[in-house]
C-alpha cells in the first residue's frame, strides 16, 4: 500500500506522540483522535473486559458519548457478541467484529441495534493489549456508517500503530506507579522492579536503574558486551537490534511484522518480555530521557512475563471448533441454569439458545447441560 508524503509525516507525528503517553497519560485523548483521523474512524478507545464477571472500564476514549460509555459499564457488557471469543486472541492481532461474528448476526443483535446504531457507528477493529485467563486490555477503533466496514486499509494503518500503541501503554503502565511530578524520572526509575535500560543510537549503554544493573550482574537476560547492551538470546538480540536499526515509521511489510514485546527465558526457565522504546526526536519524552543521559536515543525495559493460563472455555473453543456464538452459551452454561435467563442475559431468543446447546451438544459429544459443564471443568485441568 503506497504512503504519499504527508501520510509518511502524519505517522512519524503520531507515533511520537504516542510515546508522549508514557510520561504524560493525559495525551491519550489527542491521541486517540489523530489515531482515528490516520485510518479513518469515527471512535476510539483504550478499556478493559472481564468475560467472568461481566465487567468493563474505559480507561481512555475518544468519539463517544459519555452516557453510552456508562450505560454500556451497566448493563450492556454481556450483550456483546464479541465476548469472551475476543479475548483468546493474542495481544496485538487485529480483528474486526466481523472476523468474530457474522455481519447480519451482529447487525440483527441487541447490542447493535440499542448501543452501536444510535452512536451512528457500524464496526470495530481492535486489538489485544494484554491478555488473561478471563480478561483482556484492548484498543479499538470504531467505524461510523460514514466509513462503513472495516477494511483492508483501515486494518493496515492500525497494524503500523498497533506495536507503539501497545509499547505506551504497557510502559506508561510500569511508570504509572510513580508519581512521576513528584521526583525526577531517574529517581522514579530506580523505584520500579521493571528492568530499565537507556541506550544511544548505537545501542550503547549509557545507564541502567538498579534493577537492570542486577540483570547484568546476572547476565543471563541481559548483557554488556563492551560498551553495548545485548540480549542472552541470540534471537532476541537480533530483535533488539533491529528495533534499534529499523525505522519506525515506514510503512512497508518490515514494519507490519514488528513485533511489541521480544521474548526472553532466563536461566532458571522464567519467561521474561522486553520492550523497546524508541525515543522520538525533540520530544517531550526524550527531553525527560536525556535529562538521565544526555545522548539517549531508546529505552528498553525488561520485565517478568504475565503468564496466561488457558480457561477451560478456550481450551474447549479451540478443542471442538466452537463459534463466538457457542462460546458465549457454553460460558453463559456454567453460570445460569434456565435457557429463557441465559436468553435475557445475552439478548438473544430462547429458541437461538437451544440452537447453539444443539451445537455444543454435536460438537462435544455429550447430551445433558451438566455433562457440558463437566467438558469445560476436564479440560481446565488437562495439559
Keep these: ?18 510515546y508522549e503517553t508514557v510520561l504524560d497519560s493525559g495525551k491519550w485523548s489527542v491521541v486517540l483522535e489523530r489515531v482515528c483521523r490516520f485510518v479513518g474512524a469515527s471512535a476510539s478507545r483504550i478499556y478493559w473486559r472481564d468475560a467472568t464477571s461481566a465487567q468493563a472500564e474505559t480507561i481512555y476514549s475518544w468519539g463517544f458519548d459519555p452516557k453510552f460509555l456508562d450505560i454500556y459499564r451497566r448493563g450492556y457488557v454481556s450483550l456483546n457478541p464479541l465476548y469472551p471469543a475476543s479475548i483468546f486472541i493474542n495481544p496485538g492481532e487485529i480483528f474486526s467484529s466481523q472476523d468474530l461474528v457474522p455481519s447480519h448476526e451482529f447487525q440483527t443483535s441487541r447490542f447493535f441495534k440499542e448501543w452501536v446504531a ?10 489485544n493489549i494484554q491478555r488473561y485467563q478471563a480478561s483482556a486490555a484492548a484498543f479499538t477503533v470504531i467505524s461510523g456508517r460514514d466509513y462503513g466496514a472495516v477494511d483492508d486499509a483501515l486494518r493496515y494503518r492500525l497494524k503500523l500503530l498497533a506495536p ?4 505506551a501503554v504497557i510502559i506508561g ?4 506507579k510513580r508519581n512521576l ?7 522514579a526509575l530506580d523505584q520500579i522492579d521493571t528492568g530499565v535500560f537507556i541506550l544511544d543510537e548505537a545501542g550503547r549503554g549509557l545507564w541502567s536503574n538498579h534493577a537492570g544493573t ?10 554488556a558486551t563492551g560498551p553495548r547492551i545485548s540480549l542472552a538470546s541470540a534471537e532476541a538480540n537480533h530483535a533488539l537490534r533491529a528495533g534499534l536499526s529499523g525505522s519506525p515509521v515506514q510503512p512497508d511489510p518490515v514494519a507490519l511484522r514488528e513485533p511489541a514485546l521480544i521474548k526472553m527465558v532466563d536461566a532458571e526457565g522464567t519467561a521474561w518480555t522486553g520492550c ?3 525515543l522520538p526526536e525533540h520530544s517531550a519524552t526524550q527531553t525527560a530521557f536525556q535529562q538521565v543521559r544526555p545522548s539517549a536515543q531508546a529505552a528498553l525495559f525488561i520485565r517478568p512475563a504475565e503468564v496466561v493460563p488457558t480457561s477451560g472455555i478456550e481450551k474447549c473453543a479451540r478443542r471442538y471448533g466452537l463459534t463466538p456464538a457457542e462460546v458465549r452459551v457454553l460460558h453463559a452454561v456454567l453460570e445460569i441454569d434456565r435457557i429463557s435467563d441465559i436468553a435475557d442475559g445475552l439478548g438473544i431468543s430462547a429458541n437461538t439458545v437451544k440452537k447453539h446447546l444443539s451445537a455444543l451438544f454435536d460438537k462435544t459429544g455429550v447430551s445433558r447441560r451438566a455433562a457440558l459443564v463437566k467438558t469445560v471443568m476436564a479440560a481446565a485441568h488437562s495439559s
Design 164 to 167: 507503539h500503541l501497545q509499547r
Design 173 to 176: 503502565r510500569e511508570l504509572g
Design 276 to 278: 523497546l522504546m524508541r
Design 118 to 127: 444510535p452512536q451512528g457507528f457500524f464496526d470495530a477493529a481492535i486489538f
Design 214 to 223: 542486577e540483570m547484568l550482574t546476572k547476565g543471563d537476560l541481559v548483557r
Design 181 to 187: 511530578q513528584a521526583q525526577s524520572l531517574q529517581g
Design 1 to 18: 500500500m503506497k504512503f504519499s508524503e504527508d501520510d509518511v509525516e502524519d505517522l512519524s507525528d503520531l507515533i511520537g506522540l504516542i
